[in-house]
């Protein structure tokens, strides 16, 4: 079967790291993408990851183990802003499909 | 450039009625995408477009779900007759790439309440 599995709900203190952790099965694989979504908004792209290995991008970083299964995102410095839903979506090969996790609420606390 | 644009934004019918949404994707974007995003849950792909083509629809309820591409541009998602478990909100997608190989641009979505 095709499944996504990430925390439902994470909370960090501004400034510090966190770490949202996400696993997939699907029918094939050929890459992980992360986006964000803000309450009441459209999801905006974060990350793609096709290759093992870590991918930074200024305060966010991606990593991916395909042997595992499993990828995380990494959010450094975080700021009040960065309160939001990060989706993990995991693209198949079968007809090319995303299937996107339930999602993570990081709640970014003062 | 102009994002994926989405008519109308909020709709609220009552159940048994028909609805029609509206897409307008980024120019030049060959894949298109609907998704329905249930309150806290993730998005979940209903169709997806190559051109004017249908790559995937596996999860469409086909009974009171259709959608076209006509063109290969713009797109209209239309639920007969809805029921109370369609309220969620559409998501029309684009992306650059054949087979959803790059990111996808979400439009800012329609907001669906049946009562």
């Known amino acids: 079967g095709q499944n996504i599995d990430q925390p439902t709900e994470m909370t960090a203190t501004e400034g510090a790291i966190v770490q949202i952790n996400c696993t997939y099965q699907t029918s094939g694989f050929n890459g992980l993408f992360w986006y964000q979504q803000h309450a009441g908004e459209a999801p905006t792209f974060l990350s793609y990851?096709?290759?093992?290995g870590l991918e930074e991008k200024g305060r966010f970083s991606s990593f991916l183990s395909r042997s595992k299964g499993y990828s995380y995102l990494l959010l450094k410095e975080l700021q009040m802003k960065d309160s939001a839903s990060y989706l993990c979506?995991?693209?198949?090969?079968?007809?090319?499909?995303?299937?996107f996790g339930a999602g993570t609420r990081l709640f970014v606390k003062a | 450039e102009a994002g994926v644009a989405q008519s109308p934004r909020y709709k609220i019918i009552e159940k048994r009625q028909s609805v029609a949404f509206w897409c307008n994707p980024i120019?030049?974007?060959?894949?298109l995408y609907w998704y329905q995003q249930i309150l806290g849950q993730g998005p979940k792909l209903l169709i997806q477009?190559?051109?004017?083509?249908?790559?995937?629809d596996s999860q469409l309820p086909k009974d009171r779900f259709s959608a076209e591409r006509l063109k290969g541009v713009d797109s209209t998602l239309k639920i007969q007759p809805a029921k109370l478990e369609d309220s969620a909100v559409y998501l029309c997608a684009s992306s650059l790439g054949a087979g959803g190989l790059k990111e996808q641009y979400f439009g800012p979505g329609t907001r669906l309440t049946v009562t």
């Open positions: 477009f190559q051109n004017n083509g249908v790559v995937d």
């Open positions: 979506a995991a693209l198949n090969t079968g007809g090319f499909k995303t299937i």
């Open positions: 990851n096709v290759l093992d």
């Open positions: 120019s030049g974007h060959a894949t």
